[in-house]
Each structure stands twice: as structure tokens, then as C-alpha cells.
């Protein structure tokens, strides 16, 4: 199972909105509902962003928003904030009852 | 709230073996599904194996088919990562994970035990 692919390395400026693209196949992104996002801070534990492509879990704030269309996922950020600065990773249930993760994407605020 | 503790890492040569427990407390264990996530260092994560909540579906990497096992013990509510034939691509910390009851997604994770395999 190959890692689904994401863009290494996003930016934008402090209230901007930004885009993470997550591409896979039709066995996994494109399998079923089960898209998740996790975001990690440096020498952090990743914690639960988006569930089931566009569900937030409780806490986690509106600005984070998910959707999917194909075999494509994406986790949009608006009005981005400094401690929005982490790495991100998508994931994936498939069609063999294994997951599959993102290669991660870095996101910076400018 | 929701803990998991994992334990068991260390340093081990090419070739050793390794157990990592992860023990959960404050929710239903024996109800919840789990999951054994890896991170090697300044890599991304990558999914290991999973294992249902009453341990008789189990998954993994198909790239680690054969050398992990993992199984649970929920009279303990602890979950673990049987590994053999370590090598130095398995170094990395791992997380284990619990997988939400309905739906593939993970929820809380631990805070990881590192393992490094040297030659």
C-alpha cells in the first residue's frame, strides 16, 4: 500500500486560508467516508483534525474543514493563526481493512 | 480523560526482538478497537497493525506481515506489538492509537515509546 500522496510543504500569511491536497486511490480516498486529518506539532503526538473526510471532533476549532471528491481529500484552514503551524496528515481506511497515511504536509505560517 | 501509556521500547541489535505494551485507562477498553502507529525519526506516520476490540480481527503493514504481532489482553486493557527480526528501518517511536467504535479514525494516541535497532 503506497503512502497517499500530500504537497510537502504549504504557507500563508495570518488570516489567509490554505488548501492541503490528499491523493489517493480508488481503494483508499476513494473507497469510503473514512478520510481523517491529524495535526502535529514538533515532539508532539498527532491528534484527530477531521474524521469521516468532514466531521470535527468536539474542540477542534471551525477553521479546520474537510471534503473530498474522488480520489482526492483536502483539509482547508481558514483565518490561519501562528499556532496552526504543525505538520498534517491525512489518512485513510481501505478496501483491504488496513490504513494508510499521508507523506505529511508542512504547513507555515509567513 | 482518555490515557494510553506505552512501554517497552529500548535499543536492541539487528535481528533481536522486542514487546510493547500499551496500557489504557479512564474509558471501555474491551469495547474499542486499536492501533499501532509508527514514526521513524523525521519521517511520517505510518500504520502498523490493527487489532479489534475483541482481539479476532487483526491487520497489519504488508510490509511487516510475519516479523509483528499484535494482541490485547483487555482483563488488563492492554494492547501489544510483538516484534522479531528487528532492522534498523524499524527504529522509530511508536504510537499506539484508539480507533473511534464507529468509523476508521484515530481518536487518542499515546505518547509513544521509541525503539532503536542498531547493527
Known amino acids: ?110 | 480523560e482518555v490515557q494510553l501509556v506505552e512501554s517497552g521500547g529500548g535499543l536492541v541489535k539487528t535481528g533481536g526482538s522486542l514487546r510493547l505494551s500499551c496500557t489504557a485507562s479512564e474509558f471501555t477498553f474491551s469495547v474499542y478497537p486499536m492501533n499501532w502507529v509508527r514514526q521513524a525519526p523525521g519521517k511520517g506516520l505510518e500504520w502498523v497493525s490493527s487489532i479489534s476490540s475483541g482481539g479476532n480481527s487483526i491487520y497489519y503493514a504488508d510490509s511487516l506481515k510475519g516479523r509483528f504481532t499484535i494482541s490485547r489482553d483487555n482483563t488488563k486493557n492492554s494492547v501489544y506489538l510483538q516484534m522479531k527480526s528487528l532492522r534498523v528501518e524499524d527504529t522509530a517511536v511508536y504510537y499506539c492509537a484508539r480507533e473511534t467504535r464507529h468509523g476508521f479514525n484515530m481518536d487518542y494516541w499515546g505518547q509513544g515509546t521509541l525503539v532503536t535497532v542498531s547493527s
Not at chain 1, 491523493?23 to 508532539?44: E, F, I, L, M, R
Open chain 1, 1 to 110: 500500500q503506497s503512502a497517499l500522496t500530500q504537497p510537502a510543504s504549504v504557507s500563508g500569511s495570518p488570516g489567509q486560508s490554505i488548501t492541503i491536497s490528499c491523493s489517493g486511490t480508488s481503494s483508499d480516498v476513494g473507497a469510503n467516508k473514512y478520510v481523517s486529518w491529524y495535526q502535529q506539532h514538533p515532539g508532539k503526538v498527532p491528534k484527530l483534525m477531521i474524521s469521516d473526510v468532514s466531521n470535527r471532533p468536539s474542540g477542534v476549532s471551525n477553521r479546520f474543514s474537510g471534503s473530498k471528491s474522488g480520489n482526492t481529500a483536502s483539509l482547508t484552514i481558514s483565518g490561519l493563526q501562528a499556532e496552526d503551524e504543525a505538520d498534517y496528515y491525512c489518512s485513510s481506511y481501505t478496501s483491504s481493512s488496513t490504513y494508510v497515511f499521508g507523506t505529511g504536509t508542512k504547513v507555515t505560517v509567513l
